[in-house]
């Protein structure tokens, strides 16, 4: 039996705030605008012209709120609504103002700022701009009628662009143009980077295939956990022409697209070597000579690849660098299978050696990455073998499953962990059931 689970990264960088949101926002505050004049019963007797233009502006909005909301709930759209929904908050605040008089008109004003950013948000800096000289006109025919056309309109103009904060506005409307502009370059160029790196991670997801062979009398499990958005963690458990089923377990240099590419290359060179029915020793050889110059100067891989006899239990081994495998007998004791090779790319002349070893009924091998057995706690104690075992051997002694002995690793490996940077994850479990006869 077997079983592949695959944990994805989610921490793509999506917009916080999606613009789409901002009206669903600003169609709140306006229905709340509204429920403050109207049903609060606060509105003044002030001129009969005033009153009725107050209600009839009040209706528009509110309707055009409730359409907002039902398109919205539709997962639809109101044409133009953006540039009504700009001119309708513009009005409300000058009708407020108007009829609530002089005494409030300095407060209200302020709310002309909120209805510049939201310009900015969604129309950039013309948008920002464009709102904030309509600000100033409706504030200034605003003053104008309160002060019953007494004074001259361009003498009112300046004095509401000096003396109520008017140059503030335009200088709002020019910085918030300029920043949601800036805002919205880097957000096109992350989403830009975030595209490339979904492409990566279906790349990866096309190598890294989640069809795991059948093995008769053996359980098999196995667990990615890629770090980031593309993991640098190579594997591969395939059935070979001659019987044989190829275990390959790598960790790649880099943890983006510039490891992924290294990746594919060990990759397919290490499922030709072993499907031209080439030994451990003989692929690891044919490869480092492949990829040496590729990682060059910096880049390396260690890998650890083994070829299995599943009627025997045989397993030939080669470890080029790699963290050695884990292989829990029945009687209590393990064994590391090391091979003493050095990375891949570490030197072009290497010349590696394999071994071999028995796995016998009941026997449980672990083969992990870094990720598994390298996070520390607050003491900086790495997790290491010796706990990975420990967990192994409780979840044995209750008759787990390798399904539950790799979900408890993992499991263990994270709560010990006090590290937010974690490396990729990766554990193949191979247990021979005991069931099997020996040769």
């Not at 909301?69 to 009005?91: E, H, V, W």
């Not at 969604?122 to 006109?137: D, E, K, P, Q």
């Not at 059948?214 to 956990?225: I, K, N, S, V």
């Not at 499907?275 to 260690?302: E, H, K, M, W």
Request: charged share 15%.
């Amino acid at each position: 039996m077997s079983q592949l689970r695959h944990t994805t990264f989610t921490g793509a960088s999506d917009r916080l705030l999606p613009l789409w949101e901002t009206d669903i926002f600003v169609g709140l505050f306006r229905t709340a605008f509204i429920i403050a004049f109207v049903v609060a019963g606060t509105l003044p007797p002030p001129n009969p012209q005033v009153r009725t233009g107050a209600w009839i502006l009040f209706i528009t909005a509110t309707l055009f709120t409730i359409a907002l909301f039902r398109a919205f709930a539709k997962g639809r759209s109101i044409p133009y609504q953006r540039p009504i929904a700009l001119t309708l908050d513009l009005l409300l605040v000058t009708i407020a103002i108007l009829l609530l008089g002089p005494n409030y008109q300095q407060s209200l004003f302020q709310i002309y700022y909120l209805i510049v950013l939201v310009g900015a948000i969604w129309f950039h800096l013309v948008g920002s701009l464009c709102t904030a000289i309509a600000a100033m006109i409706l504030f200034t025919l605003a003053q104008y009628m309160l002060l019953a056309y007494s004074a001259p309109l361009g003498e009112m103009a300046i004095n509401v662009v000096w003396g109520y904060g008017g140059l503030f506005l335009f200088l709002i409307a020019i910085i918030s143009g300029f920043l949601v502009r800036a805002l919205d370059r880097q957000y096109q160029a992350t989403a830009q980077f975030t595209h490339e790196l979904q492409l990566a991670r279906t790349v990866q997801d096309t190598i890294l295939t989640p069809n795991l062979p059948q093995l008769p009398g053996w359980q098999l499990a196995l667990r990615f956990e890629p770090a980031r958005w593309v993991g640098g963690d190579l594997y591969e458990v395939a059935e070979l022409p001659d019987g044989q089923y190829l275990i390959c377990l790598g960790d790649m240099p880099g943890k983006s697209a510039y490891g992924l590419v290294h990746l594919s290359l060990i990759y397919s060179q290490v499922r030709g070597a072993a499907f031209a029915n080439l030994s451990p020793a003989a692929i690891a050889n044919r490869v480092n000579q492949t990829v040496y110059d590729v990682l060059q100067p910096y880049g390396y891989a260690p890998l650890f690849i083994s070829m299995l006899q599943p009627d025997t239990g045989e397993l030939t081994f080669v470890s080029c660098g790699h963290h050695p495998p884990v292989l829990l007998r029945t009687d209590g004791s393990y064994q590391e299978l090391f091979s003493n090779g050095i990375v891949i790319g570490g030197r072009r002349d290497a010349n590696y050696q394999q071994r071999e070893t028995q796995i016998e009924p009941g026997d449980l091998l672990i083969c992990y990455t870094d990720g598994i057995i390298e996070p520390r706690n607050q003491a900086g104690e790495e997790f290491g073998v010796h706990r990975l075992i420990q967990v192994a051997r409780s979840v044995e002694a209750a008759n787990g499953s390798v399904e539950e002995i790799s979900d408890e690793i993992l499991r263990q490996s994270h709560k010990f962990s006090v590290e937010w940077d974690r490396d990729d994850a990766t554990l193949i479990l191979l247990r021979r059931e005991s069931s099997t006869a020996s040769p």
